[in-house]
């Protein structure tokens, strides 16, 4: 049997067409599946017996179980999922001024190996298909529906590198983006990378509206190096070269991430350094106060130099917003409520 949610409205009319059933029937089910939001075939009241029968004998639901949710005072939640073989995944919902947005996981783990990351304690053990990771934005919109609320952003910046996923990343983007799927604009999804170059340069060929956000940390090599080991492999020269061919042929603008680690990455030699690295491309730094995590040694840096920081940015005409932390008083760090749990 096969997830339902595997399958985008493209792969559903192929499978009714094959199964010399009307192809039209397939807009029918997303519509049941994405905007009535149902978890059985059987609610399904437009659709026959017969093919009912037919679908219950193909798919299964696979609806992904609670194992935990923290609600933070500020209005963050944070779910870790049980999948269907027992994997661990976490999402989370995020409250702003402009609405919900959900940061979802492309894998089991990660294997990118960032220092100061909770994910990479705990090693990749698969990907997610592509019906996975739309189970997380449609469990978390499920969540939304008990107060008539809407989900208005996605962002794949959850555990896992979305780029070492691509291919089912994509697809599950284009059920969430699809018009009969959860309809959430392009311009409001967002596909996050440590910089993995050759899938960059994929990804800059697809004629996709989405966002391109890149997890910087670091202005110069040898830092980002120790912070980040895909550095090594694809370092600064390399992967601005493919950014910027990005931009060029895309006309987007690129969203930089920037955690503030204390004493490591704060100071106003950083920052110049920053602002050099980012001269002429039309970008935006999006600077993140650190969740601390237990195992490892790093700090968020502190008000003053958070401050300092962004007005140095600020100072010199680079776009760039400090965001306010969220989840503080919750396992709110990427990975740290699966691997508090998995202890």
């Known amino acids: 049997m096969n997830l339902i949610y595997d399958y985008d409205l493209n792969d559903l009319q192929n499978y009714l067409l094959d199964n010399g059933l009307k192809a039209f029937r397939a807009k029918q089910i997303f519509k049941w599946l994405y905007e009535k939001r149902v978890s059985t075939f059987d609610e399904m009241s437009d659709i026959s017996k017969d093919l009912k029968a037919k679908l219950k004998e193909d798919f299964y639901f696979g609806n992904l179980e609670v194992v935990k949710r923290q609600i933070s005072k500020d209005g963050t939640q944070k779910f870790l999922f049980k999948l269907s073989d027992g994997c661990l995944v976490e999402s989370v919902l995020m409250v702003f001024d402009y609405g919900f947005s959900a940061c979802l996981s492309s894998q089991v783990g990660c294997n990118m190996g960032c220092t100061f990351c909770a994910s990479g304690?705990?090693?990749?053990?698969?990907?997610?298909?592509?019906?996975?990771?739309?189970?997380?934005?449609?469990?978390?919109?499920?969540?939304?529906?008990?107060?008539?609320?809407?989900?208005?952003?996605?962002?794949?910046?959850?555990?896992?590198?979305?780029?070492?996923?691509?291919?089912?990343?994509?697809?599950?983007?284009?059920?969430?983006?699809?018009?009969?799927?959860?309809?959430?604009?392009a311009r409001h999804i967002s596909v996050s990378t440590c910089g993995i170059v050759p899938m960059i340069r994929k990804f800059a060929l697809e004629d996709k509206q989405y966002n391109l956000a890149v997890s910087l940390h670091a202005p110069n090599n040898e830092l980002r190096s120790k912070l980040m080991p895909i550095n090594k492999a694809y370092p600064l020269e390399e992967l601005f070269s493919a950014l910027k061919d990005y931009a060029s042929s895309n006309n987007r603008r690129l969203t930089f991430e920037y955690l503030l680690l204390k004493d490591i990455?704060?100071?106003?030699?950083?920052?110049?350094?920053?602002?050099?690295?980012?001269?002429?491309?039309?970008?935006?730094?999006?600077?993140?106060?650190?969740?601390?995590?237990?195992?490892?040694?790093?700090?968020?840096?502190?008000?003053?130099?958070?401050?300092?920081?962004?007005?140095?940015?600020?100072?010199n005409n680079v776009a760039v917003t400090l965001r306010q932390k969220k989840g503080d008083d919750i396992d709110a760090a990427c990975g740290q409520l699966r691997a508090n749990n998995l202890k």
Do not use: W
């Not at 978390?140 to 952003?153: A, H, P, S, Y």
């Not at 602002?275 to 491309?281: A, D």
């Open 121 to 185: 304690l705990l090693k990749k053990q698969r990907d997610l298909s592509c019906g996975e990771i739309v189970l997380q934005a449609l469990s978390i919109q499920r969540v939304l529906d008990e107060n008539d609320n809407r989900l208005g952003n996605i962002v794949l910046m959850g555990t896992g590198e979305p780029f070492d996923n691509y291919d089912n990343v994509m697809k599950a983007l284009s059920i969430i983006n699809d018009p009969f799927g959860l309809q959430i604009g």
């Open 265 to 315: 990455n704060d100071s106003k030699k950083e920052a110049d350094e920053l602002k050099n690295l980012l001269s002429g491309l039309n970008a935006y730094v999006n600077l993140i106060p650190y969740n601390e995590v237990s195992e490892n040694d790093y700090h968020t840096a502190s008000a003053e130099n958070a401050l300092r920081f962004y007005d140095l940015l600020k100072k």
